[in-house]
């Protein structure tokens, strides 16, 4: 909950910068454009609040519980998390990866592992709240 709401920045569309996967490019590193590695953050376009790389690169860990369907997700920006059984919890992953399609990169696009999964696309992003939120 709280990747998705970062990623689209009050945008409702597919992606944060449009509905459809055509300015994918400009925005992120994906299978087509990303000759099969990892690039250093920033230098495609950022979303409307200045963040870079929410769409393409690595497959970002988030806080976020790993549930079926949207049934009960919280709608205010903050993680969602069982906390029955969280040893045993799968995580999701948000935001694609230089090695999926443009509908990996989607702002709703999830995926869930265990948290001792490694793969060489997958990253996380350091993030605070700020004072007063």
Request: proline share 5%; charged share 20%; glycine share 12%.
């Amino acid at each position: 909950a709280e990747w998705e709401y970062a990623c689209r920045a009050g945008t409702t569309t597919r992606y944060y910068f449009d509905d459809n996967d055509y300015q994918l490019g400009n925005y992120a590193w994906y299978a087509k454009n990303s000759n099969n590695t990892t690039h250093p953050v920033g230098q495609k376009k950022p979303n409307g609040w200045g963040i870079y790389d929410m769409s393409g690169n690595v497959w970002e860990w988030c806080e976020d519980d790993w549930h079926d369907s949207y049934i009960g997700a919280p709608n205010d920006g903050t993680a969602w998390i069982d906390n029955d059984n969280r040893s045993q919890s799968r995580k999701c992953l948000r935001g694609g990866s230089w090695r999926v399609s443009p509908n990996g990169c989607r702002s709703a696009y999830r995926y869930g592992n265990y948290p001792d999964i490694h793969y060489g696309n997958n990253g996380f992003r350091v993030a605070c709240v700020s004072p007063g939120l």
